[in-house]
């Protein structure tokens, strides 16, 4: 398993949401993020979601 870090920000910049959490892959790792952005309705908020090499795996700005 690998370790990822969603972080969520607020149009100021301030950080809504600073996550970790495992996966076994990026793919799964994608799939956690957005289910954790949709859990906390912040799929239109600036996002993003790093794999341990800092590789985007998932972004929206």
């Known amino acids: 398993m690998r370790n990822y870090a ?3 920000f ?3 910049g301030e950080k809504l949401l600073d996550e970790s959490f495992t996966a076994e892959n990026d ?3 994608k799939k956690i993020g957005e289910e954790k952005l949709a859990e906390h309705h912040y799929q239109e908020h600036t996002h993003r979601c ?3 090499e800092a590789k985007l795996v998932l972004f929206h700005r």
């Open 6 to 8: 969603l972080t969520v």
């Open 10 to 12: 607020a149009p100021n």
């Open 27 to 29: 793919d799964a790792a």
């Open 50 to 52: 790093v794999s341990p």
